[in-house]
């Protein structure tokens, strides 16, 4: 078992069975545990932690698209027909989604509930459950309600990967990629060196999450150093926001990748990368997932930039990087610029 201290949270890397988990029961008298429609195949792999009549289980529908106020109202009113008082726990067992919207719905209830997750997709395991973010989507705005809250404990039981299916596992890689992007070259020479079929997950959750606490444990409101777990993002939100807008299908870590491919693009243009770290980049990128061509205009991808929870003034927020593992905040990009990344993105993504 690996385990990894942040500010308010522990998290558990390894077996559930070997974890605290097992604990929880003798804490709480009510355990909430929220799913969503695929999810649910893992509750009774939970369930046998608890007493029976202890577990109350709230499922909502799966995918980014019910990520809103509205499945949030679903849950707060069967809390309240339940009678839920605040010294209960949530369970959170699911990817980004129900992670993100169950500490977001459990932290508003009665001021705070307390929560725990059990991440089940790669993106979730090395990413959404950890560093407090959590929240909803609002008017087509990616994770514009939300609050900073940790869980009380984080569970990483890398057998949840067993049922997940191939276009979602490939989805978190985007993520692990910009860890190592960001701040851990022998990290990247991993993931460049070793295809994605043949990675150690216990590694790759455990280092990812090493990464992305440090930062977290330095700056938990992101107020600078955070600022650096947003590469790829300012792109990649834009293009996620416009893709949910339009009910394109694209995956979270999907448009992290297109984001990547345009910052690193743009950090390159800027002098900050040379031309073989940019191509090694585009090259893992595009090894690992199957990626659409951009057809927004500009114009739309600039108008949903704008609205960036990052930006100050009318300028766009961009975290660059200034070498393989080296990230650099609060850097500004011209219209041309990114303009000129998203075609040249879409130039490599044809040769593909
Ligand atoms: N809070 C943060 O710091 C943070 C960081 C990164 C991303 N996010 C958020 O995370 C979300 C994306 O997360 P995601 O990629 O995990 O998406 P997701 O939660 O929608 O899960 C993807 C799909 O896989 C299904 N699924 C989940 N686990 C499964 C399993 N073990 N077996 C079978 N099916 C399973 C889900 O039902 C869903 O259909 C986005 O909303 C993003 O904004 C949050």
């Given at each position: ?5 942040s500010n ?6 390894g077996?559930?069975?070997?974890s605290s988990?097992t604990?929880?029961?003798?804490d709480?008298?009510?355990?909430i545990?929220?799913v ?24 909502i529908?799966?995918g ?12 707060w009113?069967k ?10 726990l949530?369970?959170n067992l699911?990817g980004?989604?129900v ?6 719905s459990a932290s ?9 997750n ?14 407090g973010?959590t929240?909803?989507?609002?008017n087509?705005?990616?994770?514009n309600?939300?609050l900073?809250?940790?869980?009380k404990?984080?569970?990483?039981d890398v057998?949840?990967l ?7 596992l490939v989805?978190g ?5 910009k ?5 851990d ?5 991993y993931?460049?060196?070793?295809d ?11 280092t990812s ?7 977290v ?9 955070r ?7 300012t ?21 992290v ?12 243009k800027?002098?900050?990368?040379t031309?073989?770290?940019?191509i ?8 690992v997932?199957?990626l ?6 500009i ?5 949903w930039?704008?609205?960036d929870k990052?930006n100050?003034?009318n ?12 990230a ?7 219209k041309l610029?990114i ?9 490599i993504?044809?040769?593909?």
């Open positions: 078992m690996t385990i990894i201290k308010n949270a522990t998290i558990e890397i077996a559930l069975e070997k988990f604990n929880l029961k003798y709480y008298e009510n355990i545990v929220l969503d429609s695929n999810t649910k195949i893992l509750l009774p792999w939970v369930r046998t932690y608890f007493e029976i009549e202890q577990v109350k289980v709230i499922e529908k799966a980014e698209e019910y990520k809103n106020i509205e499945t949030c109202i679903v849950i009113e809390l309240s027909e339940w009678n839920i008082p605040r010294n209960s949530f369970v699911g980004g989604v992670t993100d919207i169950g500490g977001f508003c209830f009665k001021r705070g509930v307390d929560f725990v059990v991440p089940t997709t790669l993106l979730s395991l090395v990413d959404a459950s950890v560093g973010k929240g909803i989507n609002f087509h705005l990616k994770n309600i939300g900073f809250k940790e869980a404990k984080v569970f990483c057998s949840v067993k049922t997940l299916h191939k276009r979602e989805g890689i985007g993520e692990v990629l860890h190592a992007l960001i701040k070259e022998s990290y990247w020479n993931c460049q060196n070793t994605y079929t043949e990675w150690n997950w216990q590694y790759i959750i455990a999450i090493g990464i992305k606490n440090k930062i444990l330095e700056d938990p409101l992101e107020k600078g150093e600022k650096k777990l947003n590469f790829g993002h792109v990649g939100h834009a293009i996620e926001s416009l893709s949910l807008e339009n009910k394109v299908s694209l995956l979270h870590g999907e448009a990748a297109i984001g990547l491919v345009c910052e690193s693009y743009i950090s390159f800027k002098d900050l990368l031309k073989e770290e940019l090694a980049i585009q090259n893992v990128i595009f090894r997932f199957k659409p061509k951009i057809t927004f205009s114009d739309l991808i600039l108008k930039m704008k609205f990052k100050t003034g300028e766009i927020n961009f975290t660059l990087i200034n070498a393989v593992g080296s650099i905040i609060n850097q500004t990009a011209s610029e303009e000129n990344s998203i075609h040249y993105y879409n130039q993504q044809a040769e593909k």
